[in-house]
């Protein structure tokens, strides 16, 4: 199994970036799927997840009516569209996959992990 995220990247306040993670050897189709991050010198945190079926979403209050996360399983690919960012959404931001339902990002625990991809907000 294998999660790679990619489309980090530098970008200035107020800027917007979307990520994409693409999944081989697993169907996405069969999974919840999320998005975390985590920033240096603090904790990981969820960010979004989408449930399997049918495309129920959550997000974290810090990234609620900013971010938005979606999927193409006939790509086999998650997306983080992000917008309005801000210096505090610096962080490596990793995309996971589970067969649990993700009530909340901070509360969701997959098995399926990806490589991260850097987003840094600066002037």
């Known amino acids: 199994v294998q999660l790679q995220a990619s489309g980090g990247g530098l970008v200035q306040p107020g800027g917007s970036l979307k990520l994409s993670c693409v999944a081989s050897?697993?169907?996405?189709?069969?999974?919840?799927l999320g998005w975390f991050r985590q920033a240096p010198g603090k904790e990981r945190e969820g960010v979004a997840c989408?449930?399997?079926?049918?495309?129920?979403?959550n997000y974290a209050d810090a990234v609620k009516g900013r971010f938005t996360i979606s999927r193409d399983n006939a790509k086999n690919t998650l997306y983080l569209e992000m917008h309005g960012l801000a210096p505090e959404d610096t962080a490596t931001y990793y995309c996971?996959?589970?067969?649990?339902?993700?009530?909340?990002?901070?509360?969701?625990?997959?098995?399926?992990w990806g490589r991260g991809t850097q987003v840094t907000v600066s002037s």
């Open positions: 050897g697993i169907s996405l189709d069969y999974y919840t």
């Open positions: 989408i449930s399997m079926s049918d495309d129920i979403t």
């Open positions: 996971a996959a589970g067969s649990t339902w993700c009530a909340q990002p901070d509360n969701w625990y997959p098995l399926n």
